[in-house]
Structure formats: structure tokens, C-alpha cells
């Protein structure tokens, strides 16, 4: 079975410049979380959606930073311009709702700024 | 807001040995969860507790979650170079519609041949 499928693996670009990182949750699974990994920081949640709606955006660090979610089987993280501070792993994951429910993790976008 | 500490931040054990990873919640664990991570990987589902007391044990792993539902601890028992990695304890943290999971800062892992 397919797990989530991240792209890219890997995404080296210049300060200023957009970036979108893209997530296909598991099929059938209606929550999906965005994450973000630093060394400094570990492994922080970003945003997460259920039923393609997003439920809690707290953690987006700024307004370069956005998600999107336009089916269930999709959702985008978008960051611009974007920063040499932005250079981490984002991690996409998804469950089903209820709480107790375990959540799988994509492989991750490693991104640098430079 | 709830936090997760987890200990010790990193271990180095010998080859064989065993070892303990504990992780402690300032709330009233609603679900914990162990994963695991690989440099350059994504996190892999280890086990999930929820129930007081509960324990679970999948090769030679073993988590436990205290009757109180505050800490939970996962022990290795004679530690291969397979276990090396990064261990992170997840947090079910209830929300209005849907829950989230919060992670600790986790612990690495190194294994001494």
C-alpha cells in the first residue's frame, strides 16, 4: 500500500524565491498535518486539516507561510518568499480523525535556502 | 499548553547492552506514541498506549504508560546497531474537532559495536 508520497525529496533555492512542497495523504484518510523539522527546534506541527478544512494554523511561524488542501487526496505548503531561516525537513502526515488514531509520516521535503 | 519532555536528549550504548528512554507530559496523556526516525527518513510508528498501566511490546522494544498517564518509557533489551535512531514520544493533544499530535524533542540513539 502506499503511504504518503511527498514532493520534492529535496529542494535547494535562493532567498526570495517560492517554494511548494506537495503532499498525497493515505487514501482514505481525512486528516493531514504539515510539520517541520530543525535541528534547533525538532519536530514542530504546522498546520493540520480534517475533511480538507483547516483546523488549527497556530503553529504556521508567518505569512510567507501557507496551506492548502483542495481535495482529500492533495494539499500544498507554500512558503514566499521564502528565507534561509525556512531550511529544514517538512514532514506531511496523515490519520484518520479520531483521536487515538495513528498518524503516518511522508518521507519529508528537505529544504535548503540559500 | 501541553509539553513533552523527553530523556535523556541523547545515549550512546554498547552493542548488547539494554537501555530506557522516558518521556513525561505536564498533562494527562491521552494517547502516547513512539516513532522512530532514521537520518535523511521520515518517522516511523513504533507503538501507541492509552490506557493507564498500559504495556506493549513489539521485538525488543517494550512501552509502557504509567497508571497516572503522565509518563511513558521505552525500553530496548539487548541493543542492536538496527536501533540506532532517533526516538520521539507523541502526544494526543484533544482538539475542538479533531486531535493533533505534539512531539517531544526526542532522544538519539548511538550504538556502540
Known amino acids: 500500500d502506499a503511504g504518503v508520497i511527498q514532493s520534492p525529496r529535496h529542494e535547494v533555492t535562493e532567498m526570495g524565491q517560492e517554494v511548494t512542497l506537495r503532499c498525497k495523504p493515505i487514501?482514505?484518510?481525512?486528516?493531514l498535518f504539515w510539520y517541520r523539522q530543525t535541528m534547533m527546534r525538532g519536530l514542530e506541527l504546522l498546520i493540520y486539516?480534517?475533511?480538507?478544512?483547516?483546523?488549527?494554523d497556530s503553529g504556521m511561524p508567518e505569512d510567507r507561510f501557507s496551506a492548502k488542501m483542495p481535495n482529500a487526496s492533495f494539499s500544498t505548503l507554500k512558503i514566499q518568499p521564502s528565507e534561509p531561516r525556512d531550511s529544514a525537513v517538512y514532514f506531511c502526515a496523515s490519520s484518520l480523525t479520531a483521536s487515538g488514531n495513528t498518524i503516518y509520516f511522508g518521507e519529508g521535503s528537505w529544504l535548503t535556502v540559500v | 499548553s501541553q509539553e513533552l519532555e523527553q530523556s535523556p536528549q541523547s545515549l550512546i550504548v554498547q552493542e548488547g547492552k539494554n537501555l530506557t528512554i522516558n518521556c513525561t507530559s505536564s498533562k494527562t496523556l491521552y494517547g502516547l506514541y513512539w516513532y522512530k526516525q532514521k537520518y535523511g527518513e521520515g518517522l516511523i510508528f513504533l507503538m501507541m498506549?492509552?490506557?493507564?498501566?498500559e504495556e506493549k511490546s513489539h521485538e525488543k522494544i517494550t512501552a509502557k504508560l504509567d497508571e497516572k498517564k503522565q509518563q511513558s518509557s521505552l525500553h530496548i533489551t539487548a541493543s542492536q546497531p538496527s536501533h540506532a535512531g532517533i526516538y520521539l514520544c507523541g502526544a494526543d493533544k484533544i482538539g475542538s474537532s479533531a486531535s493533533k499530535i505534539i512531539f517531544g524533542s526526542g532522544t538519539r540513539l548511538s550504538i556502540r559495536p
Open positions: 487514501s482514505g484518510h481525512n486528516s
Open positions: 486539516f480534517n475533511n480538507n478544512v483547516p483546523i488549527d
Open positions: 498506549l492509552q490506557k493507564g498501566g
